[in-house]
Nanobody, 125 residues
């Protein structure tokens, strides 16, 4: 089992950069593909990015490619989401997710086995 705790959210201005962190506890973290999802008020949860267990393969929502970067440090049991050039429409609760699956499968939330509690990101113009 994994427990996931996100940190790093908060208020930001449009154009700012922010890095979210997800710390995992539990065994076999390096076996899990990891992902970030987000949910804006009144909207469905959406996929942001996923990364394979090794960190070699990543996937991004098409609309976020080039602005967001997912990475991981298995030795520290950490996953990160670097968000650049933030926009007000990036305002959402960002949640870390994990599954014993290929990173490609983790692009849909039905594949998620473990969720973090989420961290709020609010971007003002």
């Amino acid at each position: 089992q994994l427990q996931l705790v996100e940190t790093g959210g908060g208020p930001a201005q449009a154009g700012d950069s922010l890095t979210l962190s997800c710390e995992a506890s539990g065994s076999a973290f390096s076996s899990y593909a990891m992902a970030w999802f987000r949910q804006a008020p009144g909207r469905e949860r959406e996929f942001v990015a996923s990364i394979s267990w090794s960190g070699e393969t990543t996937y991004y929502a098409d609309s976020l490619k080039g602005r967001f970067t997912i990475s991981r440090e298995n030795a520290k049991k950490m996953v990160y989401l670097r968000m650049n050039a933030l926009k007000p429409e990036d305002t959402a609760v960002y949640s870390c997710a994990a599954a014993l699956a290929f990173a490609a499968r983790l692009r849909v939330d039905s594949s998620v086995e473990y969720w973090g509690q989420g961290t709020q990101v609010t971007v003002s113009s």
